[in-house]
């Protein structure tokens, strides 16, 4: 099963309640960092060493002999990863997508393809709160590539040992997101109560919505702000699960780069009544798939 973690802006606090409920769970449950652009789950986590591989998308390359300067390439790809300038086509693999297309309409054959390095996978073991090792898997895009997407379905497609994958998606609405939280059991919303947060939320579960999937709310640092968020998750319908309080001890350990759950028991018991209800919703909808 999955639940991806998500948010409409940034800085919500996401990252925090992922890598918290990831410490948590009463269960063996991976953890996957999705948030390709800024991986930061690993540093609130106790890891082993890791590995990694590299991940290539196949980009075409045009052979300039053969080509004949037609244009059909470029007039196909909706990207704008071709570009033709007189007889002569510029190809922008940061902006492929990888569908093969140009390939199939080059009347000469003057297109292959060759590979291009989108980033990394990494995957290590962090220790849970009771003292397991889990798995923990995270993208890192290549600096200034623009392609998010591929890498996180790459991260995506690998099978873990755990039942349970946790995801770290993305903030935003866009197709990052819809890559982290496509075909999961359930999306946690974590979202604040001030204007741009109710703003961005709501964006975000406009695409949930799109998508089908079952979500769910938190707030956090509940008691500030106006309650914006609130009311947007009253509109939508969705159930709020859990409101963690505004502490200023929890800023305070993630500018030391230590996680709150370990030092702060408000924060800690707040975010394990959330596991409590998450756990009660998927053996809700297992029981009703049964
Ligand atoms: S593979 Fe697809 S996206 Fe990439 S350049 Fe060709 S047509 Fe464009
Ligand atoms: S379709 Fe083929 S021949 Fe035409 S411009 Fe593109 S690469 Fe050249």
Not at 139 to 158: N, V
Request: aromatic share 6%; charged share 25%.
């Amino acid at each position: 099963m999955t639940i991806t973690v998500a948010s409409g802006k940034g800085g919500t606090g996401k990252t925090t309640i992922a890598t918290a409920l990831a410490m948590l769970w009463p269960e063996p449950v991976a953890l996957l960092d999705a948030d390709v652009e800024e991986p930061n789950c690993r540093f609130f986590l106790d890891t082993t060493e890791g590995k990694q591989r590299e991940v290539f998308l196949p980009v075409p390359q045009i052979d300039e002999a053969i080509c004949t300067g037609c244009g059909a390439c470029s007039s196909f790809c909706r990207y704008g990863a071709l570009v033709r300038i007189g007889k002569k086509v510029m190809t922008f693999p940061n902006l492929c997508h990888s569908c093969g297309a140009c390939m199939m309409v080059c009347p000469e054959g003057a297109i292959s393809e060759k590979p291009s390095f989108i980033g990394t996978i990494d995957s290590a073991q962090f220790r849970a709160l009771d003292g397991s090792l889990r798995t923990h898997r995270w993208g890192t895009l290549k600096l200034g590539a623009a392609m998010a997407p591929p890498l996180i379905r790459e991260l995506r497609r690998e099978k873990d040992k755990e039942p349970l994958q946790l995801i770290d998606s993305p903030p935003g609405a866009s197709c990052p997101m819809a890559n982290a939280v496509k075909n999961a059991d359930l999306v946690l919303m974590v979202a604040e109560n001030t204007p741009f947060g109710a703003h961005d939320l709501e964006k975000a579960i406009s695409t949930l919505e799109e998508m089908d999937l079952p979500v769910l709310a938190l707030i956090n640092r509940a008691d500030l702000g106006g309650g914006e968020a609130e009311a947007v998750c009253r509109r939508k319908g969705i159930d709020i699960i859990g409101r963690v309080p505004f502490d200023r001890k929890v800023a305070e350990s993630y500018a030391r780069g230590v996680h709150p759950i370990l030092e702060v028991p408000a924060f800690r018991q707040a975010v394990e009544q959330v596991v409590g209800h998450l756990i009660a919703f998927l053996q809700t909808s297992i029981e009703q798939k049964t």
